[in-house]
Nanobody, 128 residues
Framework: QVALVESGGGLVQAGGSLRLSCLASGPTLSTYTVGWFRQSPGKEREFVAAISWSGSNTNYADSVKGRFTISRDNAKNTVYLQMNSLKLEDTAVYYC?????????????????????WGQGTQVTVSS
């Protein structure tokens, strides 16, 4: 059973940067697509970014394109989310999640349903 632990959240001023990490313990992440999602109070969880097992394919929500970058280091069993030019509306709890199946690509239309293992989340707060 995989366990995912997010870290790197915190309080940052608008325009600043943060890098989130998602460390997996247990089975390797290297054969799975991994995604980042976020949820703000009163809002539904929304997709942020995803990366294929090899790192060759990435997907981004329109709201973060050009500002966020997802990457992975399979040797460290870790996926990262570099967040630049942060905005107030980026404030949320950020979750990483592992695809249910190995070697499966992700498409935005699928939403969160392909992801079966989730971390506990890390809070990101952007202040003015």
């Amino acid at each position: 059973q995989v366990a995912l632990v997010e870290s790197g959240g915190g309080l940052v001023q608008a325009g600043g940067s943060l890098r989130l990490s998602c460390l997996a313990s247990g089975p390797t992440l290297s054969t799975y697509t991994v995604g980042w999602f976020r949820q703000s109070p009163g809002k539904e969880r929304e997709f942020v970014a995803a990366i294929s097992w090899s790192g060759s394919n990435t997907n981004y929500a329109d709201s973060v394109k050009g500002r966020f970058t997802i990457s992975r280091d399979n040797a460290k069993n870790t996926v990262y989310l570099q967040m630049n030019s942060l905005k107030l509306e980026d404030t949320a709890v950020y979750y990483c999640a592992r695809h249910r199946d190995r070697f499966r690509q992700y498409s935005l239309i699928q939403g969160s349903s392909p992801f079966g293992s989730w971390g506990q989340g890390t809070q990101v707060t952007v202040s003015s």
